[in-house]
């Protein structure tokens, strides 16, 4: 069956520092990856999709995402985080049975 | 109109109650799911509609009783629930099944 990991359960960052939050999955075929975010207190907001094409993805807020087909990654990153970026993080998959499955989560922390 | 909506935002209810959760969108998807989340964990899929037939139920008790009367609304039906019932139900809708999802807010349920 699928599944997607995420490598870290919870980072800190200070503000400006640079963020990459790591997402694997594990599926043979053919899937759709998604980044979805949840604000403390709010509901989940897509950031980024890919569905084929160029492999690196730009979403909102400007963040960005690299599908790495041979590693089975897609690892999302900012250049430069806020405090307003302290949220929930899950990556997503989706497969060509519509099966859609997230990743357990990694929790940012940006300090002031 | 861009959004899901879901009622009620809070639910407390005993373990012989029935009552029913209800999703809303109006942005021509064709497809809504049904998800569980329980706190610091990622969304688990319960069902899957499709052109308002269910596609997707991923081995959900038959205390959980979807239903999908048309395409804008979705509707959970709860009897008999365990205070392990107790999470976030979400609703999400999609343009087509495998796109990308939007969420509601989420209904807060509690059984005592």
């Known amino acids: 069956a699928q599944s997607v990991s995420q490598h870290n359960h919870h980072v800190i960052l200070s503000e400006a520092a640079s963020l990459e939050l790591g997402c694997n999955y594990s599926?043979?075929?053919?899937?759709?990856l998604f980044w979805y975010v949840q604000y403390p207190g709010q509901h989940l907001q897509l950031l980024l999709k890919y569905f084929s094409g160029d492999p690196l993805v730009k979403g909102i807020k400007g963040f960005e995402a690299e599908f790495i087909k041979s590693k089975f990654s897609f690892n999302l990153r900012k250049p430069s985080v806020q405090w307003s970026d302290t949220a929930e993080y899950f990556c997503?998959?989706?497969?060509?049975?519509?099966?859609?499955?997230f990743g357990p989560g990694t929790r940012l922390s940006v300090l002031p | 109109d861009t959004e899901v909506t879901q009622t009620p935002k809070h639910l407390v209810m005993g373990m012989t109650n029935k009552k029913s959760l209800k999703c809303e969108q109006h942005?021509?998807?064709?497809?809504m799911y049904w998800y569980k989340q329980k706190a610091k964990k990622p969304p688990e899929l319960m069902f899957v509609y499709s052109y308002e037939k269910l596609s997707i139920n991923e081995s959900v008790p038959s205390r959980f009783s979807p239903e999908c009367p048309n395409s804008s609304l979705l509707n959970l039906h709860l009897h008999a629930l365990q205070p392990e019932d107790s999470a976030l139900y979400l609703c999400?809708?999609?343009?087509?099944?495998?796109?990308?999802?939007?969420f509601g807010p989420g209904t807060r349920l509690t059984v005592t």
């Open positions: 999400a809708s999609s343009q087509e099944s495998g796109s990308e999802q939007y």
């Open positions: 599926y043979g075929g053919t899937v759709n």
């Open positions: 997503a998959l989706r497969d060509y049975g519509q099966n859609f499955v």
């Open positions: 942005m021509g998807h064709r497809a």
